[in-house]
């Protein structure tokens, strides 16, 4: 029986849907019989309890540390300060890096792995290294450039990509250079390209979905609209909320229309503001065929997210890499970001720079972007065509090739 790993990372949720696509391909590659065991916390631990409920003994809950939460996304001053003190229910960083590499040492120890697979987990990365266990390290970001945040982040970056080397294979979820969206937070030096693969990116480009179109699906038939995305942790999806409620008070979004899905398993947020200033559901705005300005979304289902891809004329982010992914490669339409993280920053200035989008740092350059990508349409169409026909987002399929080679080796 072979054994294997997967440590995810639990800030965000980007790690997760990589590891549950490349796990839609294992078993195609996998020939002998295997067991996977799951580790992480919060909500992605959550997520894979209620995904593989049969399989609660292979789930593990391991506390690894993420950076402490502020009302602007993560606090770098309350993480700082997390180092020696306990912060919002945090224990020091001195204390939970000790007790989560203790409860990863024991799992690895019980479960004896053959191969281990890390999305964002360096812990576990420097385990399976210690105990010569094969491992894959997938990721999008190995020494970022820093721009909103200080010099004194680059010692702790180079430890932590010195502790992501040690991976037997380094896994880029990009399409390889010059496609790269990533290109400026990876800067791998020359000593360990050996083991770098651009395998491509993890996308669900296809919809499989056989069911009758959602009433939500019949209302966005032939209109003109924006689809605006509010994804990753808790601050970070309420910030990006503020900052574009923000935008829609603007006069030059009187009659712009758009989409917001909320990422929130939450239906008490689905409703629909109509041009008259009164709010519907959308069932009752689809039968009543009501002229509307903006439809807010808790949670999109998968067949509804693909029809709005194909739909919007363009889609406002944060700059996530799997979601700038799917949009200007996947589906070939333009974004406009307004960054959280230096990680954003970076990937939304390579999109600027290639005419596939536009960084925008506040509400007017939001506005301003609308506009220009509006005005020069086909300019940007032309590009995003390029880029889409060079787009590899068959990322997921190929680490899967690759984790049973390594494994096949092994024998």
Known sequence: MIKIGEFIYPWGLGHYSRMM???SHLSNFLKDEHEIHYSSKGEIYQRLLQKFPSQENRIHEIHMPT????ELGPSVTLSILNLLVPVSKNPPLLKQIPDYLKEERKLYDKEKFDLVINDGDVGSNILANNRQISSLFIT???MPKLWKTKFYFYPSLIFISKQMAKATKIIVADSPPPYTICEYNLNFPQKIMNK???VGHFANSKNTNTKPNSDLEKLIVDQDFGYWMRTGSRSTNDVTGKKYENVFHQAEMKNEKRIISHARNDPSIDRVLGKDGKKYSITEAFERKIDWIQIDVG????AEKHTIFRLCKYAVINGSHTTIGELIGANAKPIIGIPVYDEHTNQLKWTEERHLGILAKNEKQVLKGITKIKNNYNKYQEKLAEF??????NGAEKTAKIASEILENKK
């Open 299 to 302: 949670l999109l289902t998968e």
């Open 67 to 70: 950076p402490v939460e502020g």
């Open 140 to 142: 999008n970001q190995f």
């Open 21 to 23: 696509a490349l796990n």
């Open 196 to 198: 770098v693969v651009y």
């Open 388 to 393: 889409a026909s060079n787009f590899v987002g």
